[in-house]
């Protein structure tokens, strides 16, 4: 019995180690970081957490995704997103949106990654493709993005 409370007493108090450590989840390869810019015009600009995503559009709309993320790898990571701003439970989030590192554009003078998305029951709803690059996608465009 005392090895029990004791047990139970360690938990309780390294339990707020184990929740801050779980809050500074991290991207496994920090390129995710950066901000993803759309190659084409009907693509919005992607920033990402371990726990949300951030996508902008050219007039400087912004659209936020509470997310959990699922898969963490060097050249991939997935998320199960909810379709709102509410924060949802597990059992409710409804789209999985996965990044991956496709390969180094040597014209663009970026790194590209394809996003897929879809949702539970259809998995590929569709596909875009992101540029990592010093330079500044939006003005090459031609595009007046409002700053963020």
Request: charged content about 30%.
């Amino acid at each position: 019995m005392k090895k029990a409370l004791l047990i139970l007493l360690i938990v309780c108090l390294l339990n707020p180690f184990f929740v801050e450590a779980a809050e500074k989840e991290e991207f496994f390869n920090p390129i995710f970081n950066e901000v993803m810019e759309p190659v084409s015009d009907i693509a919005w600009e992607n920033r990402l957490t371990p726990t949300s995503i951030t996508i902008i559009n050219v007039e400087g709309y912004k659209r936020y995704q509470q997310c959990k993320l699922v898969e963490n790898t060097m050249e991939t990571i997935s998320f199960h997103c909810n379709e709102d701003e509410e924060v949802m439970t597990d059992k409710e989030f409804t789209e999985i949106i996965t990044f991956t590192i496709v390969k180094y554009d040597k014209i663009r003078k970026g790194l590209l990654i394809k996003k897929k998305y879809g949702t539970f029951k259809e998995p590929a709803l569709g596909e875009e493709t992101l540029i990592i690059s010093g330079e500044n996608w939006k003005y090459w465009r031609g595009y007046n993005i409002a700053e963020k």
